[in-house]
């Protein structure tokens, strides 16, 4: 039983209006092509009469080739059934072609007079009729599966990239709690005082990981204020020796950037900085957002006896640039390097 709901009403309007549009203009290209005796609107007037017996044969060939000739198109290996059927159809509306127009049309329209059923002239500019019609559809038709092609494979590529994406923030997120756990427990092992208001911290940073990084872009005012819990939570496991310079400058808080982007860098300036040195760590990290261009840098206090880490080293650096290569395509800038006595990490990146 047809279901009315599952029929695409779109599709068939678009359909009737196709063949709406080409009944008339087929009609007034035939007075053109084969000229015309008298009054143009007359002349139009019958070849639109004429037009109207043929078209349901022409519509008869055009769907048979889209829906059965054309499956077969896309199975190389029956090419040469697909040729035959193809030539079998074509002939068989030549001759329906004929027969309406002999039989019907030239009866109820001219008086009794047939057009010549095996005439050659006749027969030719039948097939040059019924040709034109197929091909005019199939273009349009051929034209609407490239761009459902093209949609397919954009829509497979997002699929790929969103999953992608949801595979390296789904690595971010553990290393970053890990690397914010083990702070805690340093401080748990020194007995410290200061191991309650790390709890709290962690806490307020663990919400914001798990809650507001759900998102795929987030303001950029956020991402800074969970930099600055971090930093506040670094501060209670290192004493004095340690000394951080935070500076932000910020024109539009409001602009969204992905979260968790700039963080791994700061962690890695601890990491490397604080937790692999004895001496006086500085770290210095600036922050500046204008006219929707991000610029952001960290730098840290390195041993000069023992070399700076590579930028492939983990998962923070190099998941951030790949990242960055999905989210950010041609819009951003990453350098990491040594500096003089410091590791420099410098992220330049176009907001929009």
């Not at 198109?73 to 001759?95: H, N, Q």
Request: proline content about 5%.
């Amino acid at each position: 039983m047809l279901n009315w709901n599952e029929l695409h009403w779109n599709r068939i309007g678009l359909h009737v209006l196709f063949w709406a549009v080409y009944l008339p203009l087929n009609a007034l290209l035939s007075d053109i092509l084969f000229g015309y005796e008298g009054d143009l609107e007359r002349a139009f007037g019958q070849a639109l009469v004429a037009e109207s017996f043929s078209l349901p044969v022409k519509i008869a060939l055009t769907y048979f080739v889209f829906y059965q000739v054309i499956p077969l198109y896309m199975e190389r290996s029956k090419l040469s059934k697909l040729l035959g059927i193809l030539l079998l159809a074509f002939v068989v509306c030549m001759i329906l072609y004929r027969l309406v127009m002999d039989y019907l049309y030239a009866p109820l329209y001219l008086h009794g007079q047939t057009m010549g059923f095996w005439d050659a002239k006749t027969l030719l500019l039948t097939a040059f009729d019924c040709f034109i019609t197929l091909a005019a559809a199939c273009s349009i038709k051929f034209v609407r599966l490239q761009f459902e092609s093209l949609e397919i494979e954009q829509q497979l590529i997002r699929e790929k990239l969103e999953s992608e994406l949801s595979f390296l923030r789904a690595q971010t997120n553990p290393h970053f709690l890990f690397n914010t756990l083990n702070n805690l427990y340093a401080l748990a092992r020194k007995k410290s005082d200061l191991t309650a208001d790390a709890v709290m911290m962690l806490s307020k940073i663990m919400r914001f990981v798990l809650y507001e990084c759900r998102a795929p872009r987030i303001p950029v005012e956020s991402e800074a204020q969970v930099i600055q819990d971090y930093i506040a939570l670094e501060k209670l496991r290192y004493n004095d020796r340690l000394t951080v310079d935070y500076q932000e400058n910020i024109d539009e808080p409001g602009v969204l950037i992905t979260p968790l982007l700039m963080l791994p860098f700061v962690e890695n300036s601890f990491k490397h900085g604080a937790g692999a040195m004895t001496g006086a760590v500085e770290i210095l990290i600036h922050l500046e957002l204008k006219a929707h261009q991000l610029v952001f840098s960290v730098k840290n206090t390195i041993d000069w006896e023992t070399p700076p880490p590579p930028s492939s080293e983990g998962i923070g650096l190099p998941n951030v640039q790949r990242q960055l290569d999905l989210l950010y395509p041609g819009k951003h800038h990453l350098e990491a390097g040594k500096k003089g006595a410091y590791f420099v990490v410098e992220l330049k990146v176009t907001l929009s």
